[in-house]
Nanobody, 118 residues
Framework: QVQLVESGGGLVQPGGSLRLSCAAS????????MGWYRQAPGKQRELVAA???????NYADSVKGRFTISRDNAKSTWYLQMNSLKPEDTAVYYC????????????WGQGTQVTVSS
């Protein structure tokens, strides 16, 4: 069992920055993958950034060069640093952890609203 708590969302002007945090608890050692997704009103949820075992990272084309995913192992927390924010980045952002217990299971944070507007 893994529990995820998100924080860091809010209102920011275009060109500004935010850092989202996702704190994990429970069976941390079972986590295989961590990522960030977002969902804007009327749109499907999409993958924004992901980090997998081995240190590889992937980013959506729309955020490459602007967003960075990272992890603080000591605190079992991972982050999404978002720079040069655009209005089209406005969405609810969700952290995700994929873990192995008796099989693969996905865990989700509660979501945090990011609004980019002047």
């Amino acid at each position: 069992q893994v529990q995820l708590v998100e924080s860091g969302g809010g209102l920011v002007q275009p060109g500004g920055s935010l850092r989202l945090s996702c704190a994990a608890s429970g069976s941390i050692a079972s986590i295989l993958y961590m990522g960030w997704y977002r969902q804007a009103p009327g749109k499907q949820r999409e993958l924004v950034a992901a980090s997998v075992s081995g240190g590889n990272t992937n980013y959506a084309d729309s955020v490459k060069g602007r967003f960075t995913i990272s992890r603080d192992n000591a605190k079992s927390t991972w982050y999404l640093q978002m720079n040069s924010l655009k209005p089209e980045d406005t969405a609810v952002y969700y952290c995700n952890a994929r873990a192995w217990h008796s099989g693969v299971r996905d865990y989700w944070g509660q979501g945090t609203q990011v609004t980019v507007s002047s």
